[in-house]
């Protein structure tokens, strides 16, 4: 399948999207963040380019990056690949279906320095030209809970 067929059904998730965010993570104290999520089509090549930003709703400062790509399959599937400064790296799955990208850990890798994360799950959701963007991990034997989630809205579209 040609690298433009597969990009088509992920077209109206291109752009630049930014809003606020909420850390509600139990471990940890409640914040609050402005994030910035970025998805292109990569020319000629069934991918698109996915990048975010997190910064502190206060101060400004960085909290939070990471970068990669979605891989996309036939029949609306993917695989998301993602590095992370904080001294990871994700592989999941998933598939596309009704606005969602429900994703599935596939693979978490930790720097020997990294807080030890068992596992991670992801999920995106477009509304028109909102993103709902959640990640839920846990650590240890406790449950997946929610760690972050964020609304943002579509700043700048992209096309194929």
Sequence with gaps: ??????????APWLGRW???GRGL???????????????EAVADLPLLR???HATDALSGDLTHSEV?????????????????????????????HNGVIALQPHLLGSSPTALRL?????????????LRNETGIAV?????????????????????
Excluded: C, N
């Design 68 to 96: 990669g790509f979605f891989r996309l399959l036939p029949a609306q599937g993917v695989e998301l690949i993602l590095a992370i400064p904080g001294g990871y790296v994700e592989i999941h799955t998933g598939r596309l």
């Design 118 to 130: 068992r596992q991670v799950q992801r999920r995106l959701e477009l509304r028109g030209d909102q």
């Design 25 to 39: 993570w139990t471990a940890e104290p409640a914040f609050r963040f402005h994030e910035t999520v970025t998805i």
């Design 18 to 20: 930014e809003g606020e």
């Design 50 to 52: 996915f990048s975010q």
């Design 1 to 10: 399948m040609a690298a433009t067929e597969l990009q088509k059904p992920f």
């Design 140 to 160: 240890g034997p406790e449950r997946v809970t929610t760690h972050v989630e964020s609304l943002l809205q579509r700043v700048k579209r992209e096309t194929i």
